[in-house]
């Protein structure tokens, strides 16, 4: 069964505490491996797009990586409007025409200023 | 671009009535659009996937007489919770697929039924 697994469930950083989450997954063949940004009451805002081992993406104080088995977010020198809940997915080859996402449960990250 | 439109942002109804919400791709065709729901400190859990013209698929437990959704246009897909409940209380995301895989989010629907 396809499955995405992202720890920590919660990260509280200080302001320029540089760290990295995790995204693990579990798929018959990946397709895509999607990270996005969700502020409290609202939608989840894209990030990035990962498609083969080994690529990396850059958006200001984020970096996105990616092997066979798992995504890192980097955040570098985090400030507060960083704070957010981070979410991971994925999307299997095999799935058809749908484009279905399978989700993380995310990682709530907290940056004190 | 890839801006995706929700309205409304929130809706309060009465037991028993149906609220319809739609969803709106502003600067693209989306050949395919999602219906999520999102429940307090929870993640998204897909409900229908609906491509233009055709019938929406539901994901299994997600009752379709229910949660009623069209996708008439290229750039709007509407969701209508017939006959709504406490229970059906919740944060209702659409997002929109160009070619290509990734889809962009709407900012939500928060529903409150009373």
């Known amino acids: 069964e396809d499955q995405v697994t992202q720890s920590p469930e919660a990260l509280r950083l200080q302001e320029g505490e540089s760290s990295s989450l995790n995204c693990s997954y579990t798929v018959s063949g990946l397709r895509g491996l999607f990270w996005y940004r969700q502020d409290p009451g609202k939608g989840p805002e894209f990030l990035f797009t990962?498609?083969?081992a080994g690529e990396e993406k850059e958006k200001e104080r984020l970096k996105a990586t990616l092997t066979k088995k798992e995504s890192f977010l980097h955040i570098t020198a985090p400030k507060p409007e960083d704070s957010a809940t981070y979410l991971c997915a994925v999307q299997a080859v095999g799935g058809g025409a749908t484009n279905k996402l399978i989700f993380g449960t995310g990682t709530l990250l907290a940056v004190q200023p | 671009g890839a801006v995706v439109s929700q309205h409304p942002s929130w809706v309060i109804c009465k037991s028993g009535t149906s609220v319809k919400i739609e969803c709106r791709s502003l600067d693209f065709q989306a050949t395919t659009m999602f219906w999520y729901r999102q429940f307090p400190k929870q993640s998204l859990m897909l409900m229908a996937t609906s491509n233009e013209g055709s019938k929406a698929t539901y994901e299994q437990g997600v009752e379709k007489d229910k949660f009623l959704i069209n996708h008439a246009s290229l750039t709007l897909s509407t969701l209508t919770v017939t006959s709504a409940h406490p229970e059906d209380s919740s944060f209702y995301i659409c997002s929109a697929t160009p070619s290509g895989g990734t889809q962009y989010f709407g900012p939500g629907t928060r529903l409150t039924v009373l």
């Open positions: 990962l498609y083969s």
